[in-house]
């Protein structure tokens, strides 16, 4: 290519000058083409990070932001913010002749990338031998400095008791005790910015849903998740919890990848009033879109209906009912029972295309 058929016409300056960022693509080259003060810069419009396309961000002084995880990086030069310098996208030389910005397409600098060190979660999921293992997830929400009785957590603990019996490894993970972030919504700007390891797990060392993670991917064998009925669905920390658990069930979705394998759900479920069925059917098609199996069985409940509309009858009756005790054993049985079958068989994929919905194409 001669010298000048390198310098490519992208488009008129007043026009490109009317937005301050955009993306546009010039013979398949993607660009982040923006203007401030009457000075055009030009970037690739792949980010470092997870691929963003840096043209739909937003401009920070001299910096375009990148729109999925705010990544930054110099409009003009590709370089990162200050202290993230290595990592740099490619830049291209641009000038503006005869009211055209004209762009080098041939003369970019280099992508390079500062080595970040991978999460601990993004390790590869393989079971660790021992002893089965059961993370019982209690999301009934109270005070944890002034914790009171709860009928779904006092079940829970009959389950784990039971499963410790049997010889299992448990785990209690209370989601009240723990400080975490509500899903920020990445996969509503694209699917491949819902990351695994969630995107703000990686960006927020303080978010402590790592925990929960670490439980459903890597350690346990089997999760028991009980639940009280608050106004017929299950509790708000449950519904906090499944919404950053879509990085799980999104990974199948961009990648194939199945992150829980050979791993059993069951669940309890507790009500002063009724509605236990929905709440069943809500949790079992979520976590059947996890991977998760189900044991025959796969949930216990109580309520005691419309009609009773007396609570401290209620948390009398669950404290004291033998049956119910009895029924959360049985259930972490019937779990441990299904874990080490799927265990031993070791069937599960791996990988599975889009989750079997192959007939709708992931837009790029
Ligand atoms: S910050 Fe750009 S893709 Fe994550």
């Not at 396309?53 to 930054?72: A, Q, S, T």
């Not at 009959?158 to 996969?187: D, P, Q, S, V």
């Not at 991977?291 to 004291?320: C, L, T």
Request: net charge positive; aromatic share 8%; charged share 25%.
């Amino acid at each position: 290519m001669a010298a000048d058929e390198n310098w490519v016409n992208v488009g008129s300056a007043e026009e490109l000058s009317k937005i301050p960022l955009r993306r546009i693509t010039v013979k398949n080259r993607d660009l982040a083409v923006s203007i401030e003060n009457g000075t055009f810069g030009v970037v690739s419009n792949a980010c470092n990070h997870a691929g963003g396309p840096l043209g739909e961000g937003r401009l920070d002084g001299d910096y375009i932001v990148c729109p999925w995880h705010n990544w930054k990086f110099h409009r003009c030069t590709g370089t990162g913010e200050p202290g993230f310098e290595e990592d740099r996208v490619p830049a291209y030389p641009v000038k503006v002749e005869n009211g055209r910005v004209l762009v080098n397409l041939a003369a970019a600098t280099r992508r390079t990338k500062k080595p970040h060190d991978p999460h601990p979660l993004s390790r590869t999921v393989a079971r660790v031998p021992g002893p089965l293992r059961i993370a019982g997830i209690a999301t009934s929400a109270m005070d944890a400095d002034n914790p009171r009785f709860s009928g779904s957590d006092h079940l829970l603990g009959h389950a784990l008791a039971e499963a410790a019996k049997l010889g299992a490894e448990t785990r209690l993970i209370r989601l009240n005790e723990l400080k975490f972030r509500a899903c920020e919504g990445y996969y509503s700007k694209s699917a491949r910015a819902c990351t695994w390891p969630c995107s703000i797990t990686q960006m927020d060392s303080n978010d402590q849903m790592d925990r929960v993670y670490e439980a459903f991917v890597h350690w346990a064998d089997a999760v028991i998740v009980a639940s009280p009925i608050r106004w017929g669905a299950a509790s708000s920390l449950y519904f906090k919890m499944a919404e950053r658990l879509n990085c799980v069930q999104n990974a199948v979705t961009i990648r194939n990848q199945v992150l829980i394998r050979n791993k059993v759900a069951g669940f309890i479920i507790v009500g002063g009033q009724d509605n236990i069925q929905a709440v069943a059917g809500q949790m079992l098609g979520f976590f059947a879109e996890l991977g998760f199996i189900f044991p025959q069985f796969p949930y216990i409940a109580h309520s005691r209906g419309w009609s009773r509309e007396d609570m401290e009858r209620n948390v009398e009756v669950v404290r004291n009912s033998a049956e119910l005790a009895e029924g959360a054993a049985m259930l972490a049985k019937r779990c441990l029972d299904l874990a080490a079958h799927l265990i031993t068989r070791d069937e599960a994929p791996k990988s599975i295309e889009r989750g079997g919905r192959k007939a709708h194409a992931l837009p790029v």
